[in-house]
């Protein structure tokens, strides 16, 4: 039996079970548990919050790796030098896209065709000179095409095609030497120094010359065969002027419909070619020009002088006048005469040679020395059809050069300032990425993008920021608890709008009316202000008793039906207003009167619409900005005596304003980041205009437009990743702006 001693321990007074113990240690271990879920949520939601941090500085890493390499400088190194068997100098260079193998026109008249890899000669044709040897060479620009003027006054044209087939795993480049074409341009075999040729794709060809009595002569010779008896006939045109110099330079462009030359007094000469030569536009260049040739697509001319200049000049649209030629880009000159210009077959870009062996790459549009340095020697210039390589004929030896030019497009200059692109008559800031051609000078200015993201949000807001503000004031100060109960949720719920359907209302639905009724949107404006007012006037008229009758809130029906009335009202004198203020139409008098076109998707249709999405996030944050205000400041200025008005307006707007701050640059984040408003309400053209009845396009809409279409890692698909660097630094710095703005707001009216 257990003793009295040991049961007494057990079983104090009152006979039961002491179990304080068990008690402690239930409590110790509840306290274990919650620390450990304290500590286990407070784990998680710093991890969240870290993987929030490390997503957003992920994506950024990213779009930053992407946009580097717009940054990159070209390189241009010797690859291979192989030896190349001629006689007599190389004057004329053509390769294939691959890079592989290279055709060479020497003054004897014999094309080789070298295959790189061993320097071997593959296959070999002499043109038929009749024993007279070639005076001069050409390469055509943008064309595979050798062709060369012999002593006796004929023009020779042989065409180098590439035939590329797959022999198992291994390609295989085959040349394809046509039958050259003979074109006479003196009938007394005198020599033809000065000429320039080309053949169209469906096989016209075009030579032009200076005949030794200083006659410019072109002729154009067309082949043509009956589908049906096969029967094959040839015509002939020849075209002659006067021309008062002597011509040290010709090139024809590609459509053979104008001819560019140079004369012995550094004069820049411009035919146009139809039916006959017309007279020639004359442009004083400078000092003797020493080369001379044509940008991708025949309208750019590239100009080396005697001085080590390079320039670019093309045909620019004159206000009061036919185009005239025009001096658009100078480069830094080199240090000795040019002697080869070798222009690119793929963008705007080019080489130039130097008389002292140096060398440069170029680009055009973006105005831009991508690369400079030596030559191995001097010779014969060219660049490969795609532009990642370039030949150099020496006497006796071949040279290729790799070429690394991945964005030469993208410059300072081009992506945010001001570029005369060609046909233009001056400078200007435009986005156009494609074409239907192949010869089209991308425009990637982000100005117009910029210009547009603004006005978007410029619009927006204006509209915005004035009916959120008041409208939560009016909500946390004024309105009734029960009518307020229903009204905020209503207005958040806007927010819950995709965005896509508001784009779709505004485009198709909202924007014809607007069109339509555009002075009754004139009259709205005027009159809901004024009829806000007086009816808040004649509310504050109305006897006490009657004011009493009616349910707190209740005054908001007044004025729900006072604005109705002011919308109808607006609606029925649009006519009226239209007639008799603005001619009977509102669009031609705008046209008339400021020369400003009216767009049926304008800024005024985004502003709207985009205004309408961005209401309920200022409202919001501005409502909760208001009502957080202490009640004891409230209380304190009625007690004072002062009225409803004055305490909201001197007391509790000022120190809500750093929240009311904080809604208006949250608002502005949203407009600026919005897509499918802008995309499907406005017109979506990159147009460089504050005018708000013109359409405009914003970065983030270019960059839905434009990212399902660019080629990966191309020059566009970079500049649409800058774009949206752009749209994170402009919400960066923005809303960093706004957060010391805030702060500064909220240390001067927390004394308040």
């Known amino acids: ?202 096989g016209a060809a075009t030579a032009a010359g200076q005949l030794a009595d200083g006659t410019l002569v072109v002729v154009r010779q067309t082949r043509r065969e009956n589908e049906f008896t096969g029967e094959v006939s040839e015509a002939q045109e020849r075209l002659r002027a006067t021309v008062p110099e002597r011509l040290t330079h010709l090139v024809l462009d590609p459509q053979q419909r104008n001819l560019f030359g140079a004369d012995a007094r550094g004069n820049l000469l411009w035919w146009a070619v139809g039916s006959a030569i017309g007279a020639p536009q004359i442009v004083p260049a400078g000092p003797a020009v020493t080369a001379l040739s044509l940008l991708l697509g025949g309208r750019s001319l590239v100009v080396g002088q005697a001085d080590g200049a390079v320039s670019v000049w ?10 005239r030629l025009t001096r658009v880009r100078d480069f830094p000159s080199r240090p000795a005469p040019i002697t080869e210009i070798a222009p690119s077959q793929r963008d705007k870009g080019f080489m130039a040679a130097d008389a002292q062996g140096g060398l440069g790459l170029y680009y055009s549009t973006s105005h831009r020395v991508l690369w400079s340095g030596a030559a191995p020697f001097a010779g014969a210039l060219a660049i490969a059809p795609r532009g990642t390589a370039a030949y150099l004929a020496g006497r006796g030896e071949l040279a290729l050069l790799d070429v690394a030019n991945p964005h030469p497009e993208v410059s300072l200059r081009s992506l945010f300032g001001r570029v005369w692109y060609e046909g233009y008559g001056e400078p200007a800031y435009v986005w156009q990425s494609s074409s239907g051609t192949d010869d089209f000078e991308p425009k990637f200015s982000l100005t117009p993008l910029l210009v547009g993201t603004l006005k978007g949000t410029v619009y927006s807001l204006l509209i915005a920021i004035p009916l959120a503000v008041f409208g939560a004031m009016y909500l946390s100060q004024f309105m009734h608890p029960r009518l307020k109960t229903v009204v905020k949720p209503a207005v958040e719920i806007m927010a819950a709008l995709p965005s896509v359907v508001l784009g779709f209302l505004a485009g198709l639905w909202l924007a014809p009316r607007v069109q339509r009724l555009f002075p009754a949107l004139i009259l709205m404006t005027l009159l809901f202000p004024l009829l806000s007012i007086g009816a808040g006037a004649a509310w504050s008229l109305l006897p006490r008793r009657w004011r009493g009758r009616i349910p707190a809130g209740g005054e908001v029906a007044l004025f729900v039906v006072v604005l109705a009335g002011g919308l109808w009202l607006s609606v029925a004198l649009s006519p009226w207003l239209e007639r008799v203020v603005f001619g009977g139409n509102f669009q031609a008098w705008l046209l008339s009167t400021t020369g400003l076109p009216y767009d049926q998707r304008n800024a005024i249709i985004v502003g709207l619409a985009m205004g309408f999405a961005v209401i309920p996030i200022i409202f919001s944050i501005a409502e909760e900005a208001f009502s957080n205000v202490p009640r004891e400041l409230v209380s304190g200025s009625l007690a004072l005596g002062a009225n409803r008005w004055q305490t909201v307006t001197r007391i509790v707007l000022p120190t809500a304003s750093p929240g009311i701050f904080s809604a208006i640059m949250v608002g502005f984040g949203r407009a600026v980041g919005e897509t499918m408003i802008v995309l499907m309400a406005t017109g979506n053209t990159p147009i460089l205009d504050w005018n708000p009845f013109n359409g405009f396009r914003t970065l983030s809409a270019n960059i839905a437009v434009e990212i399902p279409e660019a080629p990966m890692s191309g020059t566009l698909y970079r500049v649409l990743f800058l774009a949206a660097l752009l749209l994170f630094l402009v919400t960066f710095v923005v809303n960093t702006a706004a957060e010391l703005v805030r702060q500064r707001l909220r240390r001067r009216y927390a004394q308040l």
């Open 1 to 202: 039996m257990a003793r009295a001693e040991d049961i007494a321990a057990v079983l104090p007074s009152g006979g039961r079970r002491n179990d304080a113990p068990a008690r402690r240690r239930d409590a110790a271990a509840r306290g274990r548990r919650r620390v450990a879920l304290d500590r286990f949520a407070t784990g998680l939601v710093s991890a969240g919050g870290f993987a929030i941090i490390a997503s957003i500085l992920a994506i950024l890493v990213f779009i930053v790796a992407e946009v580097v390499p717009l940054l990159g400088a070209a390189t241009v190194s010797v690859a291979k030098v192989v030896p190349l068997p001629s006689a007599a100098p190389v004057r004329a260079l053509v390769g294939d896209e691959f890079a592989t193998h290279v055709a060479a026109l020497d003054l004897d008249g014999v094309v080789r065709v070298l295959r790189i890899a061993d320097g071997a000669v593959v296959a070999e044709e002499t043109l038929p000179t009749g024993g007279a040897p070639l005076v001069a060479t050409q390469v055509p620009p943008g064309s595979g095409l050798l062709s060369g003027a012999t002593a006796d006054g004929r023009v020779l044209l042989a065409p180098v095609r590439w035939d590329a087939r797959f022999e198992g795993q291994q390609r295989v480049v085959a040349p394809n030497l046509a039958t050259p074409i003979a074109i006479e341009l003196d009938a007394t075999k005198r020599p033809v120094p000065v000429f320039a040729a080309g053949v169209t794709p469906s």
């Open 314 to 323: 093309f045909a620019a649209a004159q206000a009061d006048g036919p185009p």
